[in-house]
């Protein structure tokens, strides 16, 4: 574990801001993932998380920003208690899944034959057996990936960094990974990995931040990324909709029997009490957030329209002056 008595946080970047040529990939990029917690940076395709993670692990240096990994600017000096699948994914084509495993968990420290034993109950454990002996260049891409991932954190590291993990994995492999992410978790790691799948970040982050157009432009938890949104409601009344339609907000749809609307939470309990008041009653009621997939679209949309030109004001930053 990353010190937690000492400090909370297992990644600190502040700032980061990074120019390719005249193209300001990363504006002003903050991130402070709790130890112990999973956490992901969101964006769409060339929103500058790739960049902002390379930063962080100072394999790229910044324009402007710092990075503390374990509370220490020098990553390459804690390098053995980090694990990271890169963007760009790559093994030993005439190696062994087991030897490839093995072999990468050697260049963080790890004795080899240490590395084959873990490698091959990683593998036993997702399933994935049968193409222990298996030469990479004989595998499928998503296996061979799964096989990088492993060699990634078969050493046991207190902080795993996973570049857009899931791209390239049929669902069940995609499952195995949640898994693994979430047994790594309980194990003490801390996991910061880039997703543009909201479905997993949805399951499995305790916290996650939004870039889009290189810049940060949110900061949470999933929850309070839901919250960005109004409640969705689908009212069917037991008599005619029609005369229902009073009680309702503005801008309530009717699809068939059905209203749709969106209200606040503070205006469900007076909704609700409208209807009973009303006699209309209720064939049919659901009331719910929407999920991250609307949150996310609903900020990427609203930076895309300009609606949101300034970074949030950020709190880490300004703890830290
Ligand atoms: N070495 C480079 N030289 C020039 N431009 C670059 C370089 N690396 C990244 N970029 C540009 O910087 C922007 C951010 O790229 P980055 O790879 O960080 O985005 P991303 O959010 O990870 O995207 P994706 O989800 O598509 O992988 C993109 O417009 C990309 O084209």
Redesign the pocket.
Same mark, same amino acid.
């Given at each position: 574990m990353g010190d937690p008595g000492l400090n909370d946080y297992s990644v600190e970047a502040n700032g980061l801001t990074k120019y $390719? !040529?005249d $193209?300001k #990939?990363?504006d002003h990029v903050s991130l402070a993932v709790p130890t112990g917690s999973i956490y992901g940076v969101l !964006?769409?395709? !060339? #929103? !500058?998380?790739?960049? &902002?993670l390379r930063m962080t692990l100072g394999i790229i240096d910044p324009d402007a920003g710092t990075s503390r990994i374990f509370g220490t600017h020098r990553p390459q000096s804690v390098r053995h208690r980090i694990g990271y699948l890169p963007?760009e994914r790559g093994l030993y084509p005439g190696m062994k899944a087991r030897e490839a495993i093995a072999f990468m968990g050697a260049l963080r420290g790890l004795d080899w034959s240490e590395g084959r034993r873990r490698a091959a109950a990683f593998m036993t454990e997702l399933g994935l057996e049968r193409v222990i002996d298996e030469k990479i260049r004989k595998m499928s891409k998503g296996m061979a990936q799964m096989v990088q991932l492993i060699g990634s954190i078969v050493h046991a590291p207190d902080l795993i960094v996973l570049d857009?993990p899931f791209s390239g994995l049929d669902p069940v492999n995609q499952e195995r990974l949640e898994m693994l992410v979430r047994r790594e978790r309980d194990r003490g790691a801390t996991i910061l990995f &880039?997703t543009?799948v909201m479905a997993h970040a949805e399951r499995l982050c305790d916290r996650i931040a939004i870039?889009a157009r290189s810049q940060r432009r949110f900061e949470g938890t999933v929850d309070e990324a839901r919250a960005l949104l109004p409640m969705q409601v689908r009212y069917t009344p037991r008599t005619d909709g029609d005369a229902a339609a009073a009680l309702l907000p503005a801008g309530a749809e009717r699809k068939g029997e059905a209203w749709h609307f969106a209200i606040e939470e503070a205006d469900v309990e007076p909704l609700l009490a409208r209807i009973t008041a009303s006699g209309h009653g209720v064939a049919g009621l659901s009331i719910a957030r929407p999920g991250l997939h609307d949150a996310f679209v609903h900020i990427v949309r609203q930076v895309d329209a300009g609606f949101d030109a300034t970074p949030e004001k950020d709190a880490i930053e300004e703890a830290a002056a």
């Open positions: $390719f !040529g $193209f #990939a990363v !964006g769409p395709n !060339g #929103a !500058g998380k790739t960049t &902002s963007e857009e &880039s543009h870039i």
